[in-house]
Structure formats: structure tokens, C-alpha cells
């Protein structure tokens, strides 16, 4: 794994921001990348949601990761109140395959490194919603699943020269 210390940019207008301006925070783009099966990640994300910041949890799930809050959300209506965002793991579906995801990143947000958080620490809490391991091997795993041939451009052309239409 791969860590990085990154400064925030100033945001341009009011949508949301990972932190606030000036606040540094710790990514890691996991190298190799982790390789989960769909079916994995949406566990994850079942767990996370019985574990939701409006449930008085501490995950926040959505379809491109989870979030690592500091407490349940308290705010007025369902707002992040006095909760801190602490980290997240961010994924990408059907790469390199159909019916996989890819968790290329880890971020801790400078809040969540002054309690001590690592990458490999929010990595590691959020796998065990879903019982899995971010343990050595899972992490280095040898051989992903192949590409999936039908999404490759040299293959979809070579197949099109072959049949004439090219």
C-alpha cells in the first residue's frame, strides 16, 4: 500500500467537501488494487446499513464506498451535527470485470489521523462489517480475474476486422 498525504483543494461552491480547506488528509491507493466479488461488496454494504449514521452507527454507505464517521449523526434533520468524518474506502464496480469491484483507495481524513486512524486500520474496519480480512493475502491478491473480453477495445476491433465491418 501506497500513502499519500494530500491537502484539500479550495472548494468552488457549496457541495460537499472531505474536509475542511487547509486540513490535510492521508489517502492510500491500494497497490495491487484489492479485487472483491460484487457479491462481497454488497454485504459490505448491507452491514454498513444496519451500522448507518442515521441508526446510530458509524458508517455511512453508499454505491461507490463506505465512510468512517466519529459518532451517529446528531445534527437537525439528519444532518452530521457534532459527528466527525474520519475516513473512507472507495470502490469501482465491474473493473477489471463484470461482477467485481475494485477498492482503489483508502482515505483518513486529518481528524480521524490525530486519533491515531491508518489506511490500513479504516481498511481493516471496514472488511470486518462484512466479516472478510484485509489481512496479507487478501491485500496481495496473485491473479485478479481476467478482463472481460467483450469490454476490450483491441478485442472488439480485431473482432469487427475480422467479420468485415471494419
Known sequence: MTVYTVESPKP???????????????????????????????????AAAR????????????????QLWSSAWDGPGGSHGTAVHLGS?????????????TVYRVLVTAPGAEIGLTTE???????ALGGLSAEGATLSMAVPPPRDPF????????????SGLL
Open 12 to 46: 468552488v461552491h457549496k457541495s460537499f467537501r472531505l474536509t475542511r480547506p487547509g486540513q490535510l488528509a492521508v489517502q492510500s491507493q491500494i497497490r495491487p488494487a484489492l479485487v472483491l466479488p460484487e457479491r462481497e461488496a454488497r454485504v459490505l454494504l448491507a
Open 51 to 66: 451500522e448507518d449514521v442515521a441508526r446510530g452507527g458509524v458508517f455511512s454507505a453508499g454505491p461507490a464506498g463506505i
Open 89 to 101: 474506502v472507495d470502490w469501482s464496480y465491474d473493473t477489471p470485470a463484470r461482477h467485481y469491484i
Open 121 to 127: 486500520s479504516v481498511l481493516q474496519r471496514v472488511m
Open 151 to 162: 469490454r476490450s477495445t483491441e478485442l472488439r476491433a480485431r473482432a469487427a476486422s475480422e
